[in-house]
């Protein structure tokens, strides 16, 4: 079956980097129209999409995020990462990553989310 | 970036009240919207994909229709269960934006 499982530091300083992994495990991110998001939820707020990478390793990102996101694969750990610089107190949220087969199907499988707090 | 618009943002119902919850972009998406149940403390759960194709083990009573710019989601007998938040996500283009949310609680 699909899963997604998110992991990382659960508590990251202002101006540090933060590294999140999803390691996933009953679909391949090498097959055609799949792809991979991170999304993520500040307490008691909206959903924010983040970003996606594609079988094809194309890489879509918010516009406001943009200069601070990174999102990569390796297709033989079944992993994709998500790295976000310079990390405020603002970033505090809930982050899932999910799986979407091409568009317009719907992020079918989350991970049950990490949650990352920043503080010093 | 295509802003989705949702609302109403909270409602109160009863169970077995019809319940509609609307989403409109900012521009035309075609069909390419999707409908997510949150509950607390967990993932968002698809529903809708498509704007009216109703995902896999989801209830006949969940609903969507729409196309280009006006989307709607309809509960037809509201259970103690969908008791949630609602959110639509456009998957038109990208970056993808999901709209505010629609939180669904017990009158």
């Known amino acids: 079956q699909v899963t997604l499982r998110e992991s990382g530091p659960a508590l990251v300083k202002p101006t540090q980097t933060l590294t999140l992994t999803c390691t996933f495990s009953g679909f391949s991110l090498s097959t055609s129209g799949m792809c991979v998001s991170w999304i993520r939820q500040p307490p008691g707020k909206a959903l924010e999409w983040l970003a996606l990478?594609?079988?094809?390793?194309?890489?879509y990102y918010s516009t406001s995020l943009k200069t601070r996101l990174t999102i990569s694969k390796d297709t033989s750990k079944n992993q994709v990462v998500l790295t976000m610089t310079n990390m405020d107190p603002v970033d505090t949220a809930t982050y899932y990553c999910?799986?979407?087969?091409?568009?317009?199907?719907?992020?079918?499988?989350w991970g049950q989310g990490t949650l990352v707090t920043v503080s010093s | 970036a295509i802003q989705m618009t949702q609302s109403p943002s909270s409602l109160s119902a009863s169970v077995g009240d019809r319940v509609t919850i609307t989403c409109r972009a900012s521009q035309g998406i075609r069909n390419d919207l999707g409908w997510y149940q949150q509950k607390p403390g967990k993932a968002p759960k698809l529903l809708i994909y498509?704007?009216?194709s109703l995902q896999s083990g989801v209830p006949s009573r969940f609903s969507g229709s729409g196309s280009g710019t006006d989307f709607t989601l309809t509960i037809s007998s509201l259970q103690p269960e969908d008791f949630a938040t609602y959110y639509c996500?456009?998957?038109?283009?990208?970056?993808?934006?999901f709209g505010q949310g629609t939180k669904v609680e017990i009158k």
């Open positions: 990478i594609d079988w094809d390793d194309d890489k």
């Open positions: 996500l456009q998957d038109y283009n990208y970056p993808q934006t």
């Open positions: 498509a704007a009216s």
């Open positions: 999910a799986r979407i087969q091409g568009y317009s199907y719907g992020y079918d499988y």
